[in-house]
């Protein structure tokens, strides 16, 4: 049985995560397997000043494979650029940061531990649904060790979580990526290692 994400054809910035059709468990077969998909360009904006050699291997290797996909890009944000120690001020300071990178044309993923919990077929729906919202581009954004601000909030698109562990936000970026590819071998039925 497939199901939709069911993604809104506007991004709406007084929309609420809770508002969009939440998927259903149990889907094994993506709407648009071999379908012609509008590859949106991607964005992963993650909170953090240094990552690890292994996950920036790790990353750039995701990079490299989704390259044949579509237009990727890593951006990173700076952790409490303030250096305030009020993690409210930090949230904050965080929250403006991403805002000041994301467009009103773009279609924003928020990965939040509360988010929905989705599928690799939903999230390869979630891609393809994205392209046919008349957004620019895709967005993914990875908070801080404090989650993410009001403003950021508010502006999500969709909030999905990628496990009901709670993840460090490079391993979550690791997630991300792999998941991003999954999705994209997914849409074009192709073979994946599993």
């Known amino acids: 049985m497939a199901v939709s994400v069911s993604l809104?054809?506007?991004p709406n910035p007084h929309h609420h995560h809770h508002n969009s059709?939440?998927?259903?468990?149990?889907?094994?077969?993506?709407?648009?397997?071999?379908?012609?998909?509008?590859?949106?360009?991607?964005?992963?904006?993650?909170?953090?000043?240094?990552?690890?050699?292994?996950?920036?291997?790790?990353v750039d290797d995701y990079i490299d494979k989704l390259k044949c996909y579509c237009r990727i890009e890593d951006v990173r944000i700076r952790p409490n650029p303030k250096?305030?120690?009020?993690?409210?001020a930090q949230i904050k300071h965080e929250d403006m940061a991403f805002m000041h990178l994301i467009r009103s044309d773009d279609w924003v993923v928020m990965l939040d531990e509360r988010g929905l919990d989705i599928e690799s077929e939903q999230m390869a729906e979630l891609i393809g649904d994205a392209g046919n919202t008349g957004s620019s581009s895709l967005l993914f954004c990875i908070g801080g060790p404090y989650?993410?601000?009001?403003?950021?909030?508010?502006?999500?698109?969709?909030?999905?979580?990628?496990?009901?562990?709670?993840?460090?936000?490079?391993?979550a970026l690791v997630v991300l990526m792999e998941q991003l590819y999954r999705a994209w071998t997914i849409l074009k039925g192709q073979k994946y290692h599993h």
């Open 83 to 88: 250096n305030s120690r009020d993690i409210e």
């Open 21 to 58: 059709s939440i998927p259903v468990p149990g889907a094994r077969q993506c709407k648009y397997t071999g379908q012609s998909v509008r590859a949106l360009p991607i964005r992963v904006l993650t909170v953090g000043k240094t990552r690890s050699k292994g996950v920036q291997l790790i």
């Open 147 to 171: 989650g993410h601000g009001r403003q950021l909030r508010q502006r999500a698109n969709l909030s999905i979580k990628l496990s009901s562990l709670v993840l460090n936000h490079q391993i």
């Open 8 to 10: 809104s054809t506007a």
